[in-house]
């Protein structure tokens, strides 16, 4: 059997995140040292709001992400469970509480890479859009004792109604001016919206080309992978509104365009397309990507890597509040879940035309995975795609086993043929 | 032309061999322990000595089980979903839904018409409702485990195991031997406590008959009653129900050695 060789033909402009990480979060830890602010931002915040006031700051999940890619989660998460978290608690949250708690204590791990060994935050910003992240920045709280502004993020709960939809955008721009002068007051200077408006034509700049990079995205055969647009998704998010990022996802755009034309795609024969729904295990990107090529399967696409800001026609600098509002009712946790089922689901499937859709139920982040099994046989039912749950965890390793999760993908990729139509 | 499945299993090693007609020729199975590929090799040797032929003319191996990677010499693997529904098949071509009870797992596998598997349903990561769940049962009630289903037929009423965790479910056996309840009447509660779990997964996946039981609890005539009482239907039960997985991988095996052979 074959073992060694590399069956994930992965996009190599995707490496060029690497330099973007730690260009970023260097640039957060010298902000104390240059009378910089520094914000831990929990939740997918407003960060350009941060960046155009020059304050150094970091979204909690992404640097989450970053400490368990490099496998360094797990004296940080016993730190939390030794202060009484439960290992039920979500991961993010338990790694970056016991990072808090570590740092009270003087006590950084070592093995912890330079870059992400950020320094205490000056002030909070939550976005509470799941039940967690309040209590999270209430724990946060307690640890460093800064002020925090926690933006309520409404719920989208019709829809069809569009007055409804109208106030909920109000009802977020009213709360951003609030955050405005917090910051002003945090900063001690006045805001600076020529900036953001700067920030946010790079972000319009990047969407454009990321629109055009969702059109080959969905090519089939496969020329960019799931896994690609995971590795890519912070210059979508934390990273965004640069020209860096934009520089980034043209690079991948272009070569991702180049691959069409040459015919080279992400597995060798590609035999089953898959989407795959919610969040996945950070700490299994490259080990997935390679055991779905192996059986010459391609998770193809996904929601969770599409990221925020992917329509540039939602972005308009001159509307810099409503912009960032805007931005909100597109993604899942505020909408309800026909609105998922059609936009995420069945409307993906199409797009990117799968065989079959898995679902990722992690452990620690069960808000956001319980209507998986209805939304799954919907969907089985309208469309004929079947669909798989696996339990395992976006950060926390210790709910991953191997064994069974691989089994059971291989043997749901085994059945897809029964599924076809004759 | 002969064609093996291997399936590597938490428990136990199985070694099938069919001819060219997909006849059985030669069977194996020993106990996997700490070292999972060299019981797929002792397995395949013994298997290979009950045939009476070498490994040299054995055209093609197909490994499958939790050690499917584990075997060098297999040309492929392939899950121990797929080979079970195409085992059943075999034996039992009216086979449309299949129990599978082994050493660390239950699942409930749809079958079609072609044997192919259509979907699965397994249980969590814990090993209840397994053959691990009924070996600490046995040890807790200091009875063979062979002979639990036997004595499982002598009870006349059924006490109640409510936890599904194997660990807390011993300590609940414990506590009924403790106050001096029938051992007979606690193991047709174990069983039933195994019964009612898996057939959870079987309705997943919907009770389509006829129903096939295979792994090593089906020669648990206790569990296999209380699962026939729960889903209400009469199962099917091969006489080697641990092989069903080697089988179907033999049988895998002897159409891709056709499709090789006529390719060159």
């Known amino acids: ?422 | 032309m002969f064609a093996a499945g291997i399936d590597i299993g938490s428990l136990t090693a199985k070694t099938v061999i069919v001819d060219d007609r997909a006849r059985i020729v030669g069977h194996a199975l020993v106990l996997t322990g700490a070292m999972s590929k060299r019981a797929g090799e002792i397995s395949f040797e013994s298997a290979l000595k009950v045939a009476g032929i070498s490994s040299s003319d054995v055209t093609y191996v197909l490994a499958t089980g939790y050690g499917r990677n584990n075997v060098p010499f297999a040309k492929a693997e392939m899950t121990e979903i797929t080979c079970h529904a195409r085992g059943a098949h075999h034996l039992f071509p009216e086979t449309r839904t299949i129990i599978d009870i082994g050493g660390q797992d239950s699942k409930a596998i749809s079958v079609n018409e072609r044997g192919a598997a259509t979907n699965f349903m397994m249980n969590d990561k814990c090993a209840a409702g397994s053959g691990r769940f009924l070996e600490v049962m046995a040890r807790a009630l200091e009875i063979e485990l062979d002979r639990m289903g036997e004595l499982s037929l002598q009870s006349t009423k059924e006490v109640p195991i409510s936890s599904m965790c194997t660990v807390f479910a011993e300590s609940e056996v414990v506590s009924a031997v403790a106050k001096g309840l029938d051992p007979h009447d606690i193991i047709n509660g174990i069983h039933h406590a195994i019964a009612k779990r898996v057939s959870v997964l079987v309705e997943h996946v919907g009770v389509k008959e006829r129903v096939l039981m295979s792994g090593g609890v089906a020669k648990n005539v206790g569990v296999v009653r209380a699962l026939e009482k729960q889903l209400n239907t009469a199962l099917l039960i091969p006489e080697d129900p641990q092989l069903v997985g080697a089988l179907g991988a033999a049988v895998i095996a002897l159409e891709r050695a056709r499709v090789q052979a006529s390719s060159t």
Request: hydrophobic share 40%; proline share 6%; aromatic share 12%.
């Open chain 1, 1 to 422: 059997m074959e073992k060694k060789e590399k069956h994930h033909n992965k996009v190599e402009s995707t490496r060029l995140i690497q330099g973007i990480v730690k260009d970023f979060y260097e640039s957060v830890n010298r902000a104390p040292h240059e009378g910089r602010k520094v914000c831990w931002c929990v939740g997918a915040g407003p960060y350009e709001l941060f960046k155009a006031m020059d304050i150094g700051h970091f979204q909690t999940e992404n640097w989450g992400v970053a400490v368990t890619s490099r496998k360094s989660e797990r004296e940080m998460i016993e730190e939390s469970a030794r202060a009484g978290y439960s290992s039920d608690c979500c991961s993010y949250a338990s790694i970056n509480i016991g990072y808090a708690l570590l740092m009270q204590k003087g006590r950084i791990p070592d093995h912890l890479s330079p870059e992400l060994r950020v320094p205490k935050p000056d002030f909070l910003f939550c976005i509470n859009t799941c039940p967690s992240m309040a209590q999270w920045t209430e724990a946060l709280r307690e640890v460093f004792n800064v002020p925090a502004f926690i933006m309520d993020v409404p719920l989208f709960y019709d829809d069809h109604d569009e007055a409804h939809y109208q106030r909920n955008i109000l009802y977020a721009i009213e709360q951003l001016q609030e955050a405005v002068a917090f910051l002003e007051e945090i900063t001690g200077r006045p805001y600076p919206w020529e900036r953001l408006k700067e920030i946010q034509t790079y972000i319009k700049k990047a969407a454009i080309v990321r629109k055009e990079l969702f059109e080959l995205w969905c090519h089939k055969p496969s020329a960019i992978s799931y896994w690609d647009m995971a590795i890519a998704l912070g210059a979508a998010n934390v990273f965004r509104g640069t020209p860096e990022a934009v520089a980034f996802f043209t690079a991948i755009r272009d070569e991702v365009a180049d691959r069409i034309k040459r015919g080279i795609t992400t597995v060798r024969k590609e035999k089953h397309r898959l989407l795959w729904y919610m969040n996945h295990p950070w700490f299994k990107v490259g080990h997935l990507a390679e055991f779905f090529a192996r059986l010459d399967a391609v998770v193809v696409g996904g929601q969770y890597v599409i990221g925020p800001y992917s329509d540039p026609e939602r972005i308009d600098p001159d509307r810099p509040l409503w912009t960032i509002a805007e931005e909100h009712p597109t993604r899942p946790y505020v909408r309800t879940m026909k609105y998922k089922i059609e936009m995420f689901m069945k409307a993906l499937a199409n797009s990117f035309q799968v065989d079959g859709i898995v679902f990722h139920a992690p452990r620690t982040c069960r808000p956001n995975s319980w209507d998986h099994f209805d939304a799954g046989e919907i969907v089985k039912r309208e469309l004929g795609i079947p669909y798989i749950i696996i339990e395992a965890d976006h950060t926390d390793p210790q709910f991953y086993s191997e064994a069974e999760v691989d089994n059971r993908l291989q043997a749901f990729i085994e059945t897809l043929p029964s599924h076809h139509k004759e």
